[in-house]
């Protein structure tokens, strides 16, 4: 499986002079945490983005001996959307794209690679990565599958509507109870 992270972030409020992946949360870096989790999640490559002023991130990654191939791109972007669609574009460039376990979309053509993308953001046990990618087997249809959390931190959150239990919004309580309820069916910033 293809992966990507989006890492192109300083961590301004943090408050350091560090890139944000290698800011220490106990005794690992928030890439660590990242790349154990897609690790767990079956990848074997990760293309991942970081910012100009960022060249310390993959120095790193290389001294950890990973069994992961990286492919670093060292460009400071706009936002992390701009990040997104270049880390993206990346993992859809041919050569570099394979089919992944996480199936086909309605949308996608016969044997259209499929990516897990994250940010270096989250602080979770890697098994968190995996069972995403094994909820993600409940959606065959989907184009896309987004990992959702309720804890929000962040001066711009993306804020999801869903279609709930019989097109109430009320959710289950777990996803493989009513896998539909989970469709998403607005975005908004605000």
């Known amino acids: 499986m293809k992966a990507g992270i989006i890492a192109a972030g300083w961590g301004e409020r943090l408050g350091q002079k560090i890139p ?3 800011t220490p949360i106990g005794n690992k870096k928030l890439i660590d945490y990242t790349l154990d989790g897609l690790e767990k999640a079956g990848a074997t490559s990760v293309t991942c983005i970081v910012n100009e002023a960022a060249k310390a991130v993959p120095d790193y990654v290389a001294k950890s001996r990973r069994n992961l191939k990286m492919d670093w791109i060292i460009q ?27 199936g086909r979309g309605t949308g996608a053509a016969e044997g259209e690679a499929k990516y897990f993308i994250t940010t270096v953001d989250s602080v979770c046990p890697p098994t968190v990565y995996r069972d995403f990618v094994e909820t993600c087997q409940l959606f065959p249809e989907a184009d896309v599958c987004l990992g959702l959390t309720t804890h929000i931190d962040d001066e711009k959150p993306l804020r999801v509507a869903m279609r709930g239990h019989e097109g109430t919004g009320l959710m289950p309580e777990r996803v493989q109870d009513n896998p539909d309820a989970f469709e998403i069916v607005a975005m908004t910033n605000n």
């Open 20 to 22: 944000k992946a290698l």
């Open 76 to 102: 400071t972007t706009p936002s992390s959307m701009h990040s997104f669609l270049i880390v993206l574009e990346r993992l859809a460039s041919p050569g570099l794209a394979a089919p992944s376990p996480l």
